[in-house]
Structure formats: structure tokens, C-alpha cells
């Protein structure tokens, strides 16, 4: 019979403490991923889609690297207004590359929703390098008014600008809806304001800056971006509305 000597009973207990704290880990991470799914779940249903249970896991990766954001390259040429609410900036955005998905659901909450659904899944891990991109901001959401001018087209293409460690050799997508695209440069004046993203809350910030601006045909009129700096769980989030400048 094999002696048992003190070392062994040593190593014993050390390894059975080690598989406590993991044990514990492991329940805080159920709780966490638990508790953060249900909060992004109530938040889908506000905007009409179901949030399937396969997305707890980019939810968690996304959550963990919340404050590593890089933002998309820019330079400010100016700024307009007396006070904070009714400035706006102008921006001048180089070329890039840009991960698009485009949606034609019947709300425009619900485009933008099932869009950004198949870019957090690609920026996490559904990529040809199989890890963690890194978010970028802000992701837009390229919208069209109709001639009436009075709806939004039902069509919302929704860009995440592929980080710059990837510009170059940009990760290529397992998602069939997924289109790595080359943007052309972008001059935009682009206008703050807060909460959330509807057909409704969009044609009153974008008639509210046409009353700033007054009239003039130096943007286009029937195409517009909304910009969007945080993600869809954070109540008061801040967006912005870009008018984009013809080009000269």
C-alpha cells in the first residue's frame, strides 16, 4: 500500500482551495453574464427584437472592454454656435475601411438592432483572426428620408470603422451580411444630442438643425448619418446627427 506522506496532504488541500475559487469565479461569471444579458434583453425589447442567447457571450466581451475605445480618425475644422446646445462641428473624415451591414426592417430601431447584433459577433470573435477586434466609435447609421420627406427609407446601413491595427489587412467576416467596404473621405456638420435613436426622435434632430443652419445646398439633403458614441444599454447615450457636405 502506497504511504501517504504530509506533502501530499498539503497538495491536497491547496488543490482543493484552488477549485473553491474557481468554482467561485465561475458563479460570478454566470451571475454577471446573467445579469447583463437580462438588462441588454429589456433594452432589444424597447426597440422590438428578440436578443438571442448566443449574444451573452459578446455582451460580456464588449462590457469588459468598455473603456478601451479607440475613436474613428478625424480632423475639427470649426465650430458653430454660442452655446452647447446649439453648436454644432464640422469634421473632415479620411478614407477607410468599414465593416457594413444593411437592414430593411419595418422600424428603424429594430435595422440598427439586428445590425449591430452581427457586428458585435464579428468584432468579438466570428473573424478570420478568431479574437477580439476592439471597438471603435462612433458606428454609424446611414439613413435616407423619402421624397415627401417626411420618413425614413426603410434601408439603414450600419458601418463599424475596422480599427486601426487592422486597416490595412482588414479581418475577413463569417457572416455573409458582413461586406468590408472602402469609405471615400467625408466632410460632415455634426450636432450632439442625447437618448434614444427613433424614426421619430431623428426627423425632429434633423428638422431641428435645419432651422440652425438655415437654408443652403451646401449638404445634401435626402441622406443623412446617425452617429452613435455608446452602446444601445446606456439610457441617455450620446448620438449625433451629420449633414453631409456635397463635395466641391
Known sequence: ??????????????EEEEEEEEGGEDEEDEEERGRLFAHWEAVASTHRVNLP???????????RHSQAREAVPHVALSQHGKCEEAAYEERQYPAGKWACVTKGEPLYEQSISLSFMKLMRYICKENSVGCYLGMTIPVLNEIHLTKEGTELEREVLTAYYIPGEFQHNPPAPMDPEIHITERAPLRVMARVFYGMTTEETILREIALFWELLGSTDAVLQETYIVAVYENPSVPQR????WFIRRAE
Open 238 to 241: 450620446r448620438n449625433e446627427i
Open 53 to 63: 442567447r448566443d449574444m451573452a457571450g459578446p455582451i460580456v466581451q464588449m462590457s
Open 1 to 14: 500500500m502506497a504511504r501517504i506522506t504530509l506533502e501530499d496532504l498539503d497538495r491536497l488541500g491547496d
